[in-house]
């Protein structure tokens, strides 16, 4: 009888080590990823290139979806970090509340995901914003900073257009008649 429960409680001591350790390891690859997605966010953020863009068009709006992102990735960072603290304690009321927020910063990102969709997708937002900026440089085409946006605007735009064109021709296969 004494036998049979030191199995059963050397085998349940392993199994609580094994879930102990995979909470352990889930929480290290949040960690990563939310460090991942704080650097992506941070990088959407002050990329000079796209940024240089969102100021010609005045396009401010589009930041709030990284920021949500930011400070989702900063909150998913610290929670990893804690959780894998309770994890390792062996805390059943911190796992619980590990767990809660965890779902919480879970839908902050989708939060912040699902702004910044709406704002760069066509037929989104940031369409009529764009067409804001667009009819405003154009009819202040007159003054040096706007004339340069818009000569900005249509090389960049014609490049792109170009090389679309070039890649649908190159992705068919398409051979010009002589």
Not at 18 to 25: D, E, L, R
Not at 27 to 39: C, E, H, K, V
Not at 107 to 131: E, F, M, N, W
Not at 164 to 170: P, S
Request: glycine share 8%.
């Amino acid at each position: 009888m004494a036998g049979t429960r030191g199995n059963e409680s050397a085998r349940l001591e392993k199994q609580i080590g094994c879930i102990k350790y995979t909470i352990f390891s889930f929480n290290a690859i949040l960690w990563i990823l939310g460090g991942g997605m704080f650097g992506l966010a941070v990088w959407l953020r002050v990329e000079p290139g796209f940024q240089e863009w969102v100021e010609f068009l005045d396009l401010g709006d589009y930041y709030i979806g990284t920021y949500i992102l930011i400070i989702a990735s900063v909150i998913v960072m610290v929670i990893a970090f804690f959780g894998s603290a309770a994890a390792l304690m062996e805390s059943a009321l911190f796992l619980w509340i590990n767990i809660g927020l965890q779902l919480f910063t879970f839908v902050i990102g989708l939060a912040g995901a699902a702004v910044l969709l709406d704002y760069s997708t066509y037929d989104s937002k940031i369409q009529p914003i764009i067409h804001r900026s667009m009819t405003s440089l154009i009819v202040n085409s007159q003054y040096d900073r706007q004339s340069q946006i818009l000569k900005i605007v249509q090389e960049n735009v014609s490049v792109i257009f170009i090389n679309t064109i070039f890649l649908l021709l190159k992705t068919f296969d398409f051979q010009p008649e002589t």
